[in-house]
């Protein structure tokens, strides 16, 4: 029922920046927050940050103070601003929205973030 589309990934040099969009569409009744994953090659998944419907953050250390997460609540949709990108930042990024009752997460298709010079 839920669906989720990402967009704006793309190569891009170190120290530049992109912002991620994650649409979502459906019954979203239940998700009581929004967030962005990332999978680098040889690495394990790992929570990048993440916005509840009341406007609460949670920010990887290693990326806190570089990609603010920002939401916009009419257009079921969840920004991230990711600047001073650095080489170890290239991953999948996914965006994900949990649902509480009865319990599951919503995945998008992820879109590929490419740090290189």
């Known amino acids: 029922q839920v669906q989720l589309v990402e967009s704006g990934g793309g190569l891009v040099q170190p120290g530049g920046s992109l912002r991620l969009s994650c649409a979502g569409s459906?019954?979203?009744?239940?998700?009581?927050?929004m967030g962005w994953y990332r999978q680098a090659p040889g690495k394990q998944r790992e929570l990048v940050a993440s916005?509840?419907?009341?406007?609460?953050?949670t920010y990887a250390d290693s990326v806190k103070g570089l990609f603010p997460i920002s939401s916009d609540s009419a257009k079921k949709t969840v920004y991230l601003q990711m600047n001073s990108l650095r080489l170890h930042d290239t991953a999948v990024y996914s965006c994900?929205?949990?649902?509480?009752?009865?319990?599951?997460?919503?995945w998008g298709q992820g879109t590929q973030v490419t740090v290189s010079s």
């Open positions: 994900t929205a949990p649902r509480v009752l009865p319990p599951r997460y919503y």
């Open positions: 916005i509840s419907s009341g406007g609460s953050t």
């Open positions: 459906g019954s979203m009744f239940g998700c009581n927050a």
